[in-house]
């Protein structure tokens, strides 16, 4: 039996636009695209030309520091654009796909006769290790320092959150492979959700498996590492998603890069909100088409409403994201006297609002931030959302100040910007904690690396 | 609504850089923000936010005031009529504590929000709301007739030394309202304690009967018949309504606990704070029932009578809880709200120069917060710091 964690703090925004558990049928329209601000932290460097023909798995860019990290072509195609902007920075490697696919062969591999140098050499090779994240700091890892243990979180608390274990199915024996995979590099967590039953989670082996039972952010690995064996200073874990140990599985089956994933397309503005199987890199515009309102402005964003990205319609899929959400924008509303009106439309952690008497209601919030910025007022706002055992706004302030000696000493080694996004949709006064935490995180790697 | 929204449009670009009012962009922007929900959307980080935000829960305390400024308004006109013998109907009375009243808060309104806007303008910054609850609980914890000129620099000070210079609401460290109190008590004396302030003895705008009050006329509050060495002439029922003299709005114990409710209910203030701030109290009030000596009065009321007279309900439910100045970590709470009950007490008790404590004790907690939290955050640098040694 699994070890059992229950977590109390918390919050689950109940949101209109929850995705039924079948498949839309979509086209692509060809383009894909790699975007290096995907991976936390790599200062990418272009190996290919436009023009150059590629197989599915044909490298990209690499890391600079790290030339080893390869970044791959979902598909196989010609390089039509490396888009560039301010001072060269590379905003995205776009490659069209060819119409008959063709894939770099890595060869099938079996994971238990491997030793675990071969496998991580082949995940380089493949370009799947550039997925991969490391606490501290949040950044695609260094792959010569050894981590200490990897953990996969198999389930996301966010708000209009892909259901993982729709996911999962029909991938269940990759995804065994993939967690033989990570064990032979290090001990791997796993951690699953009170209400997932899949075997292929609550069985799975060669990893230790862990039930969280608890409010967003329960999912968040992060808070999962926390609860298992926090990160302390010098130590390093790595992070995968769930979606990419499957990745990992079939290249290790099959031989071949295939980055295919199944995404929730959520929001209050998706007419038929549904899951897709699309490509990582793939434009997102089909998925959208005839699809959202068109009466007000929207908000498209590249992964879920707390830690998504702003996006538009021509954008791609980004590398790490399981959702496309799509919500109004709100800067077209006027709300009068907000300070003092019931607002029954709204959704708020605060009793001074009605959300507490509307039970299960269905919220459909825009992107305003309804109100301005403030100094830290309210105390023990962040701390009621932020399952850790960390002072979350004592590092904040930590971080705020540049007192380098305090975040060690509060414990920034052990997050990352998500793990803030609740704390940050409650405060009252409005400030940006992800973008703080992760200008601290920056600021740190630059001073210790 | 949209004539209106029509015009705010229209003025805007008055106050925008370069445009001939920009010089009262603060301002503007203050009012416009009061009138409608500002619709910036989010660049960084969550695309959605609660729809809590820091004027609805400022407002929320202003409106947790209103039955103590009601209250205060119709006891200054019951003690007034009480005063002169004269028995006046309902409405006289509430209509006299009103014109007592009213300026006060006009006047502490206009001074606090004055300095707020240039500030604001001045570091280019929006207004701030912490001033709208500062200002109504200012007239509410002093006595009726402290003159206005005194309340004007006395806020003029603590607005500018207690909370500016630190960097505006969220950075002072000491409760501002609570300075200006202080700054009071300690600049003018005769203006703030003693027996003859307590009831307003002038007419208010010509409305009145001071003239059937007796010059010289004097009313203590009960803590100050106790320090004195006399008996408390009030019941323990006059406390509870508040039918007694003391400052403005804190006499009523059942106006605050209205206040309350509303403030726990909404979550605004801390249950924590409030609750260790009475059981502090109690046990200390307790203690010196058991072991004061006979001739100290003080250390002899009844500890459920400490907890009810004076501003120990009002301080323990609208200034020990004021988040900024209180402790930020969950279990300094409990610390610190002890801490000002107990202290309250101890000063009452064994202080001779001032009948009441809750005042300098809150400050004082204001002192020690950040020392409680040190201590809670230093406890978890340690763990963490054993979990790499072990």
């Given at each position: 039996m699994a070890n059992v964690i229950k977590l109390r703090k918390g919050l689950d925004i109940n949101l209109k636009g929850k995705a039924t558990e079948e498949i839309a049928n979509v086209k692509a329209t060809g383009l894909y695209a790699l975007v290096p601000d995907d991976f936390v932290g790599v200062k990418p460097k272009v190996v290919v030309k436009e023009g150059d023909n590629v197989k599915a798995g044909g490298v990209l860019f690499i890391d600079k520091k790290h030339p080893e990290v390869k970044f791959v072509s979902p598909v196989a195609g010609k390089v039509t654009a490396v888009e560039r902007g301010e001072r060269r920075k590379v905003l995205s490697v776009q490659v069209t796909a060819a119409a008959q696919q063709e894939y770099e062969d890595f060869g099938k591999k079996n994971v238990a006769s491997l030793k675990g140098s071969e496998v991580l050499a082949t995940l380089l090779e493949a370009g799947m290790f550039g997925f991969f994240r490391q606490r501290p700091y949040d950044v695609t890892p260094n792959p010569e320092v050894a981590p200490r243990a990897i953990f996969v979180s198999a389930f996301s608390s966010m708000p209009l959150a892909q259901n993982f274990e729709f996911a999962l199915n029909g991938n269940e024996a990759d995804f065994q492979t993939g967690l033989d995979a990570l064990a032979r590099i290090a001990p791997t967590y796993l951690g699953v959700s009170s209400k997932q039953s899949a075997a292929a989670l609550t069985a799975a082996k060669n990893v230790t498996v862990t039930v969280f039972d608890g409010p967003n952010p329960a999912g968040n690995v992060g808070v999962q590492i926390n609860h298992v064996a926090p990160v302390n200073k010098g130590e390093v874990v790595w992070t995968v998603n769930p979606e990419v140990v499957i990745f990992i599985g079939r290249l290790f089956n099959t031989g071949k890069v295939d980055m295919t994933?199944?995404?929730?397309?959520?929001?209050?503005?998706?007419?038929?909100?549904?899951?897709?199987?699309?490509?990582?890199?793939?434009?997102?515009?089909?998925?959208?088409?005839?699809?959202?309102?068109?009466?007000?402005?929207?908000?498209?964003?590249?992964?879920?409403?707390?830690?998504?990205?702003?996006?538009?319609?021509?954008?791609?899929?980004?590398?790490?994201?399981?959702?496309?959400?799509?919500?109004?924008?709100?800067?077209?509303?006027?709300?009068?006297?907000?300070?003092?009106?019931?607002?029954?439309?709204?959704f708020s952690t605060s009793r001074s609002y009605f959300s507490w008497l509307l039970g299960k209601k269905e919220y459909a919030p825009d992107a305003r931030i309804k109100g301005g910025e403030r100094h830290m007022i309210m105390s023990g706002e962040y701390d009621s959302v932020f399952p850790m055992d960390i002072y979350p706004e004592q590092l904040l302030k930590a971080i705020i100040t540049g007192d380098i000696d305090k975040m060690e000493q509060l414990g920034i080694y052990e997050v990352a910007p998500e793990d803030f996004a609740v704390a940050e949709f409650v405060d009252s006064s409005k400030v940006e904690l992800q973008r703080i935490v992760r200008e601290g995180l920056n600021m740190l790697r630059a001073e210790m690396e | 609504?949209?004539?209106?929204?029509?015009?705010?449009?229209?003025?805007?670009?008055?106050?925008?850089?370069?445009?001939?009012?920009?010089?009262?962009?603060?301002?503007?922007?203050?009012?416009?923000?009061?009138?409608?929900?500002?619709?910036?959307?989010?660049?960084?980080?969550?695309?959605?936010?609660?729809?809590?935000?820091?004027?609805?829960?400022?407002?929320?305390?202003?409106?947790?005031?209103?039955?103590?400024?009601?209250?205060?308004?119709?006891?200054?006109?019951?003690?007034?009529?009480?005063?002169?013998?004269?028995?006046?109907?309902?409405?006289?009375?509430?209509?006299?504590?009103?014109?007592?009243?009213?300026?006060?808060?006009?006047?502490?309104?206009?001074?606090?929000?004055?300095?707020?806007?240039?500030?604001?303008?001045?570091?280019?910054?929006?207004?701030?709301?912490?001033?709208?609850?500062?200002?109504?609980?200012?007239?509410?914890?002093?006595?009726?007739?402290?003159?206005?000129?005194?309340?004007?620099?006395?806020?003029?000070?603590?607005?500018?030394?207690?909370?500016?210079?630190?960097?505006?609401?969220?950075?002072?460290?000491?409760?501002?309202?609570?300075?200006?109190?202080?700054?009071?008590?300690?600049?003018?004396?005769?203006?703030?304690?003693?027996?003859?302030?307590?009831?307003?003895?002038?007419?208010?705008?010509?409305?009145?009967?001071?003239?059937?009050?007796?010059?010289?006329?004097?009313?203590?509050?009960?803590?100050?018949?106790?320090?004195?060495?006399?008996?408390?002439?009030?019941?323990?029922?006059d406390m509870i309504t508040g039918f007694i003299p003391g400052s403005i709005g804190e006499t009523s114990v059942i106006a605050i606990a209205i206040g309350a409710i509303i403030l726990l209910w909404t979550g605004v203030a801390s249950f924590k704070i409030m609750c260790s701030v009475f059981v502090g109290g109690a046990l200390t009030a307790l203690l010196f029932n058991g072991i004061g000596s006979a001739d100290n009065l003080v250390a002899n009321i009844p500890w459920y009578e400490h907890l009810v007279v004076g501003g120990f309900c009002f301080g323990a439910v609208f200034m020990a809880t004021d988040p900024v100045t209180s402790p930020r970590t969950s279990g300094g709470k409990y610390i610190y709200g002890f801490f000002i009950g107990a202290l309250a007490i101890i000063i009452r008790a064994y202080n001779p120069g001032y009948p009441e404590g809750m005042m300098l004790a809150i400050l004082m907690g204001n002192l020690i917060a950040p020392l409680i939290d040190y201590c809670f955050v230093q406890s978890n640098i340690n763990k963490r710091l054993n979990r790499i040694n072990k």
């Amino acid at each position: 039996m699994a070890n059992v964690i229950k977590l109390r703090k918390g919050l689950d925004i109940n949101l209109k636009g929850k995705a039924t558990e079948e498949i839309a049928n979509v086209k692509a329209t060809g383009l894909y695209a790699l975007v290096p601000d995907d991976f936390v932290g790599v200062k990418p460097k272009v190996v290919v030309k436009e023009g150059d023909n590629v197989k599915a798995g044909g490298v990209l860019f690499i890391d600079k520091k790290h030339p080893e990290v390869k970044f791959v072509s979902p598909v196989a195609g010609k390089v039509t654009a490396v888009e560039r902007g301010e001072r060269r920075k590379v905003l995205s490697v776009q490659v069209t796909a060819a119409a008959q696919q063709e894939y770099e062969d890595f060869g099938k591999k079996n994971v238990a006769s491997l030793k675990g140098s071969e496998v991580l050499a082949t995940l380089l090779e493949a370009g799947m290790f550039g997925f991969f994240r490391q606490r501290p700091y949040d950044v695609t890892p260094n792959p010569e320092v050894a981590p200490r243990a990897i953990f996969v979180s198999a389930f996301s608390s966010m708000p209009l959150a892909q259901n993982f274990e729709f996911a999962l199915n029909g991938n269940e024996a990759d995804f065994q492979t993939g967690l033989d995979a990570l064990a032979r590099i290090a001990p791997t967590y796993l951690g699953v959700s009170s209400k997932q039953s899949a075997a292929a989670l609550t069985a799975a082996k060669n990893v230790t498996v862990t039930v969280f039972d608890g409010p967003n952010p329960a999912g968040n690995v992060g808070v999962q590492i926390n609860h298992v064996a926090p990160v302390n200073k010098g130590e390093v874990v790595w992070t995968v998603n769930p979606e990419v140990v499957i990745f990992i599985g079939r290249l290790f089956n099959t031989g071949k890069v295939d980055m295919t994933r199944t995404i929730a397309v959520v929001g209050s503005e998706v007419k038929a909100p549904k899951y897709a199987k699309v490509l990582v890199g793939q434009q997102i515009t089909p998925l959208l088409e005839g699809n959202i309102s068109t009466d007000k402005h929207v908000r498209i964003i590249n992964g879920n409403v707390l830690t998504g990205i702003k996006s538009n319609k021509d954008a791609f899929l980004g590398a790490q994201s399981t959702e496309i959400t799509v919500i109004p924008e709100g800067d077209d509303v006027h709300e009068m006297l907000g300070w003092i009106m019931p607002r029954f439309n709204e959704f708020s952690t605060s009793r001074s609002y009605f959300s507490w008497l509307l039970g299960k209601k269905e919220y459909a919030p825009d992107a305003r931030i309804k109100g301005g910025e403030r100094h830290m007022i309210m105390s023990g706002e962040y701390d009621s959302v932020f399952p850790m055992d960390i002072y979350p706004e004592q590092l904040l302030k930590a971080i705020i100040t540049g007192d380098i000696d305090k975040m060690e000493q509060l414990g920034i080694y052990e997050v990352a910007p998500e793990d803030f996004a609740v704390a940050e949709f409650v405060d009252s006064s409005k400030v940006e904690l992800q973008r703080i935490v992760r200008e601290g995180l920056n600021m740190l790697r630059a001073e210790m690396e | 609504m949209n004539a209106l929204r029509k015009y705010v449009d229209k003025i805007k670009p008055n106050f925008e850089e370069g445009g001939k009012l920009h010089a009262f962009r603060s301002v503007f922007d203050g009012f416009e923000t009061f009138l409608f929900v500002p619709n910036t959307t989010a660049k960084s980080g969550v695309n959605i936010h609660d729809a809590i935000d820091s004027k609805r829960i400022m407002s929320m305390v202003v409106i947790a005031l209103i039955p103590c400024v009601l209250f205060g308004m119709y006891n200054v006109g019951y003690q007034h009529y009480l005063a002169a013998g004269v028995d006046a109907s309902f409405w006289e009375k509430f209509f006299f504590g009103f014109l007592a009243v009213l300026p006060k808060i006009i006047v502490s309104y206009l001074v606090g929000l004055a300095i707020e806007f240039v500030v604001a303008q001045w570091k280019n910054e929006e207004i701030q709301e912490g001033y709208l609850v500062t200002g109504m609980i200012i007239p509410l914890i002093i006595p009726v007739d402290c003159p206005l000129w005194i309340l004007c620099i006395a806020i003029a000070f603590s607005v500018i030394f207690a909370k500016e210079i630190f960097g505006g609401t969220g950075m002072n460290f000491f409760n501002v309202a609570l300075i200006t109190r202080a700054f009071l008590f300690f600049a003018y004396p005769t203006k703030m304690s003693g027996d003859q302030v307590w009831v307003a003895t002038d007419n208010q705008f010509g409305f009145g009967a001071a003239d059937k009050i007796a010059d010289g006329f004097t009313a203590a509050t009960p803590l100050g018949q106790a320090a004195a060495g006399q008996d408390i002439t009030a019941s323990l029922s006059d406390m509870i309504t508040g039918f007694i003299p003391g400052s403005i709005g804190e006499t009523s114990v059942i106006a605050i606990a209205i206040g309350a409710i509303i403030l726990l209910w909404t979550g605004v203030a801390s249950f924590k704070i409030m609750c260790s701030v009475f059981v502090g109290g109690a046990l200390t009030a307790l203690l010196f029932n058991g072991i004061g000596s006979a001739d100290n009065l003080v250390a002899n009321i009844p500890w459920y009578e400490h907890l009810v007279v004076g501003g120990f309900c009002f301080g323990a439910v609208f200034m020990a809880t004021d988040p900024v100045t209180s402790p930020r970590t969950s279990g300094g709470k409990y610390i610190y709200g002890f801490f000002i009950g107990a202290l309250a007490i101890i000063i009452r008790a064994y202080n001779p120069g001032y009948p009441e404590g809750m005042m300098l004790a809150i400050l004082m907690g204001n002192l020690i917060a950040p020392l409680i939290d040190y201590c809670f955050v230093q406890s978890n640098i340690n763990k963490r710091l054993n979990r790499i040694n072990k």
